[in-house]
């Protein structure tokens, strides 16, 4: 008898232990997981992505804005400002030397944009306005200085209205995206290229639809200018 009992309380103790694993286990289930955070500054894991919502607050004065068709900007004009596809846009005016570095005087006309009557056309947006050293990238046109002309290979720009995946689908993104996330300042405003201008800014999360091309994406190594005794 004391054998018997001996056994159930041992099955007794046993199921009442498993009992009390199974509801520990089950409520610690039901925590959301978490992960202690050991630095509080915050960095962008994709800043590709977080670019794209850098003027989402002007795009519904983009989509209700009327266009002005005496002034509008085009691809070839577009293209004609770069030394090739993929370059930094020369800047086609002269520049006060002394005010051009430091007190972002590039940015008071190239930050939001905006008809100049000076040159009668549309400031072009910087989608960068955070990097206020401008002309250490963009340089100015016509110079009397030591540059000459070099040898750059020639890169086909891509045309726009040819560059869908599929029939109907939405385009893809033909260029990289480093220094370029945020699409609405070249593709949106009345400084955007006609061919390119798109016709929904208020959707503002431009790579939900649209995908990088990835022929523009790979290594293209080291360029070398012909002739430099390497």
Not at 99 to 122: D, I, P, R
Not at 148 to 156: F, M, P, R
Request: hydrophobic share 30%.
């Amino acid at each position: 008898m004391k054998k018997r009992l001996g056994i159930i309380s041992l099955f007794v103790i046993l199921f009442i232990a498993f009992i009390t694993i199974w509801n520990y286990s089950y409520q610690i289930g039901l925590e959301e997981a978490y992960i202690p955070i050991e630095d509080s500054k915050y960095i962008s894991a994709i800043p590709s992505e977080s670019g794209v919502f850098k003027r989402s607050k002007h795009a519904l004065d983009y989509k209700n804005m009327p266009i002005d068709k005496n002034h509008q900007r085009s691809l070839t004009t577009y293209y004609k400002n770069r030394a090739y596809h993929g370059a930094p846009p020369s800047i086609p005016h002269p520049v006060n030397e002394q005010q051009n570095m430091g007190g972002k005087s590039c940015l008071k006309c190239h930050e939001n944009g905006g008809f100049t009557e000076k040159f009668q056309a549309y400031a072009p947006v910087t989608p960068h306005p955070e990097l206020v050293n401008c002309k250490q990238c963009h340089v100015e046109q016509n110079t009397q200085t030591l540059f000459k002309g070099g040898n750059y290979a020639s890169v086909i720009a891509p045309k726009a209205g040819v560059n869908n995946a599929l029939l109907g689908s939405p385009p893809m993104i033909p260029h990289q995206i480093q220094l370029r996330e945020n699409c609405l300042s070249c593709h949106a405003g009345p400084s955007a290229p006609k061919e390119i201008r798109v016709s929904h800014p208020e959707r503002v999360n431009c790579r939900q639809c649209h995908v990088p091309n990835n022929k523009e994406m790979t290594e293209v190594g080291t360029f070398k200018r012909a002739g430099n005794g390497e």
